[in-house]
């Protein structure tokens, strides 16, 4: 069984930067998508970010497609998302996925994932 293990989360100021990292255990990281999905206090879960296998393709949330990034290494088995500008509204657990499909509008449905960390908190302050 797949197991992803979600690190780097944290508090943070408005404006400040993280970076998030996923290990990915159990398989190879270049054989599935990969992503990050959040949920904030009180909210459904809302996709973030994804890439495609090879990293060649990948997918944002349209708030912060400027200022997140999303790249893996699959050498390393991780997948990472640089936070940058964050904002109090980014403050949510976030969740690192994978799959072994892909496509560009169904990779934004949460259910279209089947493996799922355990999350990793990130609070940004005001």
């Known amino acids: 069984q797949v197991l992803l293990v979600e690190s780097g989360g944290g508090s943070v100021q408005a404006g400040g930067s993280l970076r998030l990292s996923c290990t990915l255990s159990g398989g190879t990281s270049s054989t599935y998508a990969m992503g990050w999905f959040r949920r904030a206090p009180g909210k459904e879960r809302e996709f973030v970010a994804a890439s495609i296998w090879n990293g060649g393709e990948t997918l944002y949330l349209d708030s912060v497609k400027d200022r997140f990034t999303i790249f893996r290494d699959n050498t390393k088995n991780t997948v990472a998302l640089e936070m940058n500008g964050l904002k109090s509204e980014d403050t949510a657990d976030y969740y690192c996925?994978?799959?072994?499909?892909?496509?560009?509008?169904?990779?934004?449905?949460?259910?279209?994932?089947?493996?799922w960390g355990r999350g990793t908190q990130v609070s940004v302050s005001s």
């Open positions: 996925v994978a799959s072994t499909t892909w496509g560009e509008l169904s990779s934004r449905n949460s259910r279209n994932w089947r493996f």
